[in-house]
């Protein structure tokens, strides 16, 4: 069994608070001392902490706690199935306290992949959080897609929208486009640890996405394929259109952006069927800002007014430095989550 793992690319507490677990799990690299610090209210969610951390890395583990059933009722949406129990360790992998470390677990379903690894990211929780989803969707993948590119897009799509763009960093479409656009659509990749192929994928989703498919459409539709569906075959099954379509219009939609910066091109965020997925509070900010630009518009302000305004809502929102709110065989193949730098070492 390989590590599937990801790198840059109210709660039910323990009484008396975080205590050492006897019974923690066997981790898929972390090897010290699990502190239990509690199951979430659906008992599905179970979180441990390095206490090597000290108070940031249990601010984290915390945080995590009260946003973990948000995001698997999030992630539970978007497959259209509901996920097993799993469990959680924070602490600082590949020695990092600030989300690069990544995230990481075994295999691609809730049997084998429920023991899962997170960075800390002292001070952004909201990191941590989309880390564990990008681990979460890979078990809800159904023993299908997480180690190849297209799973792997996949599940830095439900991260990201999941999380609030929280991983940016990790954005993989810039390399891509960087390094000529290779064709990625018509093929799959074996491999989750290449940057071309996974940026490839989020660009393709971002298209997607901005044609008016959900993400849980298309990650439905992506599990049905299975290891080795292509995004062309994607694109062929949701829009009824013929499969060897799928790279020229993605390439002529490609070619009509004036760059690529980041994994959303298209701006797909944006769009209303991805905005039930999005955290509250991102949401909230949205709606702030967006208001006080039609109020200032309407009430004739100077452009300077106009972006003096959107700062003040943005300052008034709330800071997210603390709370955010039987399987298949699986094969032997990378689930590390990284950002495209550790990726290409």
């Not at 952004?124 to 880390?131: F, I, K, N, Y």
Request: glycine share 12%; charged share 15%; hydrophobic share 40%.
């Amino acid at each position: 069994m390989m590590h599937h793992s990801l790198k840059p690319v109210a709660v039910a507490k323990v009484s008396g608070g975080v205590k050492r677990a006897s019974g923690a799990p066997k981790w898929p690299s972390y090897t010290g001392t699990s502190q239990l610090v509690g199951v979430s209210p659906s008992g599905r969610v179970t979180v441990y902490v390095d206490p090597s951390l000290g108070a940031q890395g249990a601010q984290n583990a915390s945080d995590l706690l009260n946003d973990a059933d948000r995001v698997a009722e999030a992630n539970d949406a978007i497959f259209g199935t509901t996920g097993g129990p799993v469990s959680v360790i924070v602490f600082a992998l590949g020695g990092a306290t600030d989300g690069t470390g990544g995230a990481d677990h075994l295999g691609c379903d809730y049997v084998s992949g429920a023991a899962i690894e997170v960075c800390a990211s002292f001070g952004q929780s909201e990191r941590v959080s989309g880390l564990f989803e990008a681990e979460l969707s890979e078990c809800s993948m159904g023993g299908n897609l997480c180690g190849v590119s297209t799973g792997e897009a996949l599940s830095r799509w439900c991260a990201s929208v999941t999380s609030g763009n929280a991983l940016s960093d990790f954005a993989t479409a810039p390399t891509w486009a960087q390094d000529g656009m290779p064709d990625y659509v018509d093929q799959t990749d074996p491999t989750d640890q290449d940057a071309d192929s996974i940026g490839c994928g989020m660009a393709f989703l971002s298209w997607l996405m901005s044609q008016g498919y959900s993400l849980g459409a298309i990650a439905q539709a992506m599990v049905q394929l299975g290891d080795s569906g292509t995004l062309a075959q994607l694109y062929a099954n949701l829009t009824s259109d013929s499969a060897a379509n799928a790279w020229p219009k993605f390439q002529a939609a490609v070619n009509a952006l004036p760059s690529i910066t980041t994994d959303d091109p298209f701006g797909a965020v944006g769009q209303p069927a991805q905005l039930a997925h999005l955290p509250p509070w991102t949401v909230e900010v949205a709606g702030k800002v967006f208001a006080s630009i039609l109020a200032d518009v309407i009430a004739g302000r100077e452009p300077h007014q106009i972006v003096a305004g959107v700062r003040a809502a943005m300052v008034m929102a709330p800071r997210r430095t603390g709370r955010p709110a039987a399987a298949a065989a699986c094969s032997t193949r990378s689930r590390r989550l990284k950002p495209p730098a550790a990726a290409a070492e």
